[in-house]
């Protein structure tokens, strides 16, 4: 979803992901019903960008739950949230 103010878009996402394997064996073991590993759950994603004549700014924030590393879900990597901002400029 993205939103205009004038010179200013807020953009927002959230992603709910259930993926999991159907029927799935490696070394004899059954893993059907894991989470597959690499993909979080859920993510959560906001952005400002602030637009002039001959330059932007921006904003971003990303948030994701946990990841799964491995097939047995046995091991997971935590949760983490990111912050990125850009500017930039253009020439006359």
Do not use: C
């Amino acid at each position: 979803m993205a939103t205009a103010f004038g010179p200013l878009t807020l953009t927002g996402v959230y992603t709910h992901s259930e993926f999991r394997f159907r029927d799935f064996v490696g070394a004899n073991i059954q893993y059907a019903g894991n989470a597959i590993p690499g993909i979080p759950e859920r993510q959560l994603q906001a952005s400002a960008a602030w637009h002039a004549r001959y330059g932007f700014a921006l904003v971003e924030w990303m948030a994701k739950d946990k990841v799964y590393v491995n097939d047995a879900n046995a091991a997971s990597a935590r949760p983490f949230a990111l912050v990125n901002m850009r500017l930039g400029g253009a020439a006359a």
